[in-house]
């Protein structure tokens, strides 16, 4: 299992991010289809004026997860899937949607079987 680092996701409003959202790592690239990835992620955000924030995920283990105060800006959390997974900021109060970031689980490519141009077997 491969991991590669960081990404973000902002909105803007009149130009300006209102809020990012940054996934650390962003990739988990697994050996199969059929294996999990067994990862670790950090989540940080940071909002032009200080609210309190909850993060919303289709991640089964964590469906709703809300901070208890403005100061909180991240969220470390260990993830055991075979899908892709989806996670939105959302102002507490007011539930509108501030940011996302996505974790993309790419299975590496099969390899492929070299067929043989020879018999197995020789007479000389």
């Known amino acids: 299992m491969f991991c590669i680092l960081y990404a973000n996701s902002a909105l803007a409003i009149d130009g300006e991010a209102a809020a990012t959202l940054s996934l650390s790592p962003q990739f988990c690239i697994t050996a199969s289809e059929e294996q999990n990835c067994d990862i670790e992620l950090l989540l940080n955000w940071h909002t032009a004026i200080p609210q309190v924030v909850c993060i919303l995920s289709n991640y089964q283990a964590l469906p709703k997860w809300c901070a208890d105060s403005a100061d909180i800006k991240a969220l470390s959390l260990k993830v055991s899937t075979q899908e ?38 020789s007479l000389f």
Do not use: M, S, V, Y
């Not at 109060?93 to 077997?121: K, S, V, Y």
């Open 84 to 121: 892709d997974i989806q996670f939105i900021l959302i102002n507490k109060l007011t539930h509108q949607t501030l940011a996302g970031a996505q974790l993309n689980i790419t299975p590496t490519a099969e390899p492929q079987a070299r067929r043989r141009f020879r018999n197995p077997w």
